[in-house]
């Protein structure tokens, strides 16, 4: 990969250690994906695409691509040996049915009760939810892997102020500076990224953090 | 031969001003491009379309949206395409996004003879607003009604002269669902094989519920 900052690179390369041997995979566009290039080999791991693929593969290479396979994305993949297609209902099905184990998925927002916002700015942007809010209310894990802020705003806020993607609340929140698990009491600070301090954080963060004593520095696959 | 198969213009014929169809394809994949265009060239307008996404400018659905030929969107996302954004804006289309998932299920629900279906997607969203929350043994769930359209259009890999059909990797999708959920189902195909050329097992979408079969390339 080229391209890759050294922020994404973290994010991912620390949400790939969260990824369990033999698992079902889902990563949604843009960051999620890169997801895929730290994970160690030999895993099991299978990824699934929500247009009906469980088995994506790489990007394949310039001139062998196959036109009736693509990822979420539109982006066209590869299928690894053992792969399987299947069409939408069936595909959904995995998801809801909880036969997921994971999603990892972008955020525009995340709250004080561990809730994503990810489809919407009213009166900015309106792409829609596509497999998102089946996604985040199915999968047996979900995971957010974002930027902290955006152009100096918080993005983990006391509520979400852009529409919500489900009520659920997500797994684990992975972002250049932290790892928080949201919980029933809270954010709970879990890991702070090499050399970011805990006091940095919390003013990054709109959303109260519970905090314990010490946070260890993220570790990585 | 079979009295299946139909020219480009004469299928589009079938289609009038105003109707309601299900269109397959994801991002442009899986989607029936030559009945599209027809629909283009022949000036349809004021279309009803239930489909996954409008892909881009100049892709798949993106093709009727440059044209305004739709004007009521059901679909899960709109976000590759400006131009669905635009004239939503503009106030020129109507856009209804629904979940994926739910979207699939809804059009599901038509073709097997289903009053609905409950699912836990969109509860507390704003996917609920107007819809009803049922309750079964203490747990929520949200009502989601049957999706059925005059008309399907959908895209095979292969179909035998009987019309049935064989789809290929992630360009199944919606597809298969939707051939169950509109009074006229057309489909086209990359080819169109003898009958018994596709064995049984193969088969996903059967015969019986294709109404009319072209060739995408011809």
Known sequence: ?221 | MSDKLIDLESAIALIPDGATILVGGFMGVGAPHRLIRGLVEAGRKDLTVITNDTARPGIGVGRLIDAQAVRRLIVSHIGTNPETQRQMIAGQIEVVLTPQGTLVEQIRAAGHGLGGILTRTGLGTAVEQGKTRIEIDGVSWLLEKPLRADFALIAAEQADSLGNLRYSLTARGFNPIMAMAASTVIAEAEEIVEVGAIIPDMIVTPGILVDYLLETRS
């Open chain 1, 1 to 221: 990969m080229t391209g890759v900052d050294a922020d994404k690179e973290r994010i991912a390369r620390r949400v790939a250690k969260e990824i369990t041997p033999n698992s079902l995979v889902n990563l949604g566009i843009g960051l999620p994906t890169l997801v895929a290039n730290y994970l160690p080999g030999g895993l099991g791991v299978l990824f699934h695409t929500e247009n009906g693929l469980i088995g994506v593969g790489p990007r394949p290479a310039p001139g062998v691509e196959n036109r009736n396979l693509v990822d979420a994305g539109g982006g066209f993949v590869t299928a690894v040996t053992g792969a399987a297609a299947f069409d939408a209902a069936f595909s959904f099905g995995l998801i809801r049915g909880g036969h997921l184990d994971l999603t990892v998925l972008g955020g525009l927002q995340v709250d004080s009760q561990g809730r994503l916002a990810n489809w919407m700015v009213p009166g900015k942007l309106v792409p829609g939810m596509g497999g998102a809010m089946d996604l985040v209310s199915g999968a047996k894990r979900v995971i957010v892997a974002m930027a902290h802020s955006a152009a100096g705003k918080p993005k983990i806020v006391a509520e979400c102020s852009f529409p919500l993607t489900s009520i659920r609340r997500v797994s684990l929140v992975i972002t250049d500076l932290a790892v928080i698990e949201p919980t029933s009491e809270g954010l709970v600070l879990r890991e702070r990224a090499p050399g970011v301090s805990v006091e940095r954080i919390v003013e990054e963060t709109e959303a109260g953090l519970i905090i314990p004593d010490p946070v260890p520095e993220m570790s990585f696959a």
